[in-house]
């Protein structure tokens, strides 16, 4: 599985726009990209997936070049409740038997007033 | 309501003991996961269960062992705890092969 590279650590600000980039430079051709959120005490959970050019969902968007070496998260005007933390993972969806998700140690995001 | 519920949601134990941990999926999830995960890290891969049989592990020791039944519902042993076995562990199940994973809130298992 592809190896991802995330930020330890984001700042923003109630109403601001954040985008939270993750580098994945040995992605696979039938590699998806995916992102889950975690709060404290919770178990992960799913925002959003995707395999090239731009995705989005009621939640966030995700935007991934042509190149797919890289892909940013962003999370519009985001709220205090969107203080958690976010992975980044890249895999074979469709690929036949067993599957993992390998988690890296995410990107804190501090939303403040 | 994430529809994978997990149980205890705390538990203490002894060094040396032994604890099951129990996962109930949602209804069609014939795959689930378990993953342990320490404080400060991310969830690291323990085993996985499709349709009852395991089918892929990580590189955790035979001591943590599990059982998927055909209800849905799993379950996660550990054997001869360790004070390094003390973490969130995560149930987590999915319809077949894809990425989207429910997780369910975890069990907290303190080793003392």
């Known amino acids: 599985l592809a190896k991802t590279t995330q930020p330890i650590s984001m700042d923003s600000y109630e109403g601001q726009e954040v985008n939270i980039t993750c580098s994945h430079n040995n992605i696979a051709t039938n590699d998806y990209i995916t992102w889950y959120q975690q709060f404290p005490s919770q178990g992960p959970r799913f925002i959003i997936q995707g395999y090239k050019t731009k995705v989005t969902n009621e939640v966030a968007s995700l935007f991934i070049p042509a190149d797919r070496k890289s892909s940013t998260l962003s999370l519009p005007r985001v709220s205090l409740s969107d203080t958690a933390v976010y992975y980044c993972l890249v895999g074979d969806i469709n690929r036949a038997g067993f599957q993992k998700l390998v988690f890296g140690t995410g990107t804190r995001l501090l939303v403040s007033p | ?112």
């Open chain 2, 1 to 112: 309501e994430t529809g994978v519920t997990q149980s205890p949601t705390h538990l203490i134990k002894t060094r040396g003991q032994q604890v099951t941990l129990r996962c109930s999926s949602q209804s069609g999830h014939n795959t689930v996961s378990w993953y342990q995960q320490a404080l400060g890290q991310g969830p690291q891969f323990i085993f996985q269960y499709y349709r009852e049989e395991e089918n892929g592990r990580g590189n955790f020791p035979p001591r943590f062992s599990g059982l998927q039944f055909p209800n849905y519902s799993s379950e996660l042993n550990v054997n001869a705890l360790e004070l390094d076995d003390s973490a969130l562990y995560l149930c987590a199940s999915s319809v077949g092969q894809d990425y989207g994973y429910t997780f369910g809130s975890g069990t907290r298992l303190t080793v003392v």
